[in-house]
């Protein structure tokens, strides 16, 4: 795998990107974390991008984007393991007359954020390749064939902040919302020839759509790819204290899911509907013309 920094000035411009890291950095600690980082980017942005990023000739302003996500994702990565000092009496902590270890909770909450940095970074990243037209990892994120395709149907129902990087990481409960609860319901034939569905069954599609996501996305994903505001979460604390806000978490979900059913069972109740007026029709054009077997008619 190419990597986005050079061996040579790597320390330097590894403190440049960063801005907060005081010490220099050699090239051999963060390597693996580095190449880690890379496959991180590379899943999100796609191959061909990121093999554009390594010619002469690359966009300075998406290497520049890149290339720090890289290194903060690979600082994130190798900071835990750089806490203790491993010698032959085993793990130390590290310490001397001029620096002391920070506390556990300074340093949880330090890496909390530096996630946040992380995935507010992300959204950076991906607003400027959609903005520029730069091919993103379309073979995982592809979400035109969806009934909720983009994040602006999307937030017409839910505000996510204009997170891309939420909405993105919420398109596998899209498609499985599509496959496994919109196609039972309306059948293959309306699934198929979904530019014909009218608005309001569109509309209640969508937001049974956008309420299953969230259910999904909080129960599975870091709670962190949620902007603030969206999901409201605690700092750290105590151990009861996390606990209290995991169950606060899936209760938040579990409201997200009864909309998502309600909405669901609209959809089940227009359907029948439409169904109704559709057979209604047809039995008005199926009534008897009026002739009877003694009209003299010949009967065929």
Not at 62 to 74: I, S
Not at 120 to 128: A, I, P, S
Not at 257 to 269: F, G, H, T, V
Request: some cysteine.
């Amino acid at each position: 795998m190419e990597l986005l920094f050079a061996k040579e000035s790597f320390s330097s411009e590894f403190k440049d990107l960063l801005g907060f890291v005081d010490a220099d950095m050699r090239f051999a600690r963060l390597k693996s974390s580095l190449q880690s980082a890379t496959d991180e980017i590379i899943d999100l942005i796609g191959e061909q991008t990121y093999k554009e990023l390594c010619l002469p000739n690359a966009n300075k302003d998406l290497l520049e984007l890149v290339k720090y996500a890289v290194a903060l994702k690979g600082y994130i990565i190798y900071a835990p393991t750089a806490d203790l000092s491993v010698t032959n009496n085993g793990r130390l902590m590290r310490r001397d007359e001029h620096m002391v270890s920070a506390f556990e909770w300074q340093i949880e909450s330090n890496d909390e954020g530096l996630e946040n940095l992380f995935y507010r970074h992300l959204d950076r990243l991906l607003k400027y390749m959609i903005k520029n037209g730069i091919s993103i990892n379309t073979k995982k994120y592809n979400s035109s064939n969806l009934f909720v395709n983009s994040i602006e149907k999307f937030e017409n129902i839910f505000n996510i902040d204009g997170s891309h990087l939420l909405f993105f990481k919420l398109i596998p409960a899209l498609r499985e919302f599509d496959k496994l609860e919109v196609l039972p319901r309306v059948g293959k034939e309306i699934f198929n020839e979904r530019d014909s569905i009218s608005e309001d069954l569109r509309h209640l599609i969508e937001i049974a759509g956008v309420n299953y996501a969230m259910a999904w996305g909080i129960r599975r994903l870091n709670i962190r790819l949620f902007p603030k505001g969206v999901l409201q979460y605690s700092k750290t604390g105590s151990a009861n204290k996390k606990q209290g806000a995991k169950l606060e978490y899936l209760e938040t979900a579990m409201v997200f899911e009864k909309d998502a059913d309600k909405y669901l069972l609209k959809i089940e109740e227009k359907i029948a509907s439409n169904k109704k007026v559709t057979n209604e029709t047809k039995e008005e054009l199926d009534l008897p013309l009026g002739f009877g077997a003694d009209d003299g008619f010949v009967d065929l």
